[in-house]
């Protein structure tokens, strides 16, 4: 069965960091571009980053290029999304998800359940 899992989320102070992972089972993630998508209570979704099946190609939201870094192991079968000077309006629920094929695209074939990220003083 094939399965997102999400974790590292939790309550950071502003200027704090996260790194979220997002495991695959029951497939390889290696033919897969892997995308970080968010959405906060109200908001609709947005994406976040998303980097392609080589890991040769990244790309980030306005909101938060200089502070996330997107990365995928592929020996571990996680996408990782580290998160640096984190804002409070960076609270949001936090997504992963998947598509086979080797570019970034604004259509996925499966998606995690998410991680809730908040951050507060």
């Known amino acids: 069965q094939l399965q997102l899992v999400e974790s590292g989320g939790g309550l950071v102070q502003p200027g704090g960091s996260l790194r979220l992972s997002c495991a695959a089972s029951g497939f390889t993630l290696d033919y897969y571009s892997v995308g970080w998508f968010r959405q906060a209570p109200g908001k609709e979704r947005e994406g976040v980053s998303c980097i392609n099946s080589s890991g040769g190609s990244t790309k980030y939201a306005d909101s938060v290029k200089g502070r996330f870094t997107i990365s995928r192991d592929n020996a571990k079968n996680t996408v990782y999304l580290q998160m640096n000077s984190l804002k409070p309006e960076d609270t949001a629920v936090y997504y992963c998800?998947?598509?086979?094929?080797?570019?970034?695209?604004?259509?996925?074939?499966?998606w995690g359940q998410g991680t809730q990220v908040t951050v507060s003083s």
């Open positions: 998800a998947v598509v086979k094929y080797p570019l970034c695209s604004i259509e996925y074939d499966y």
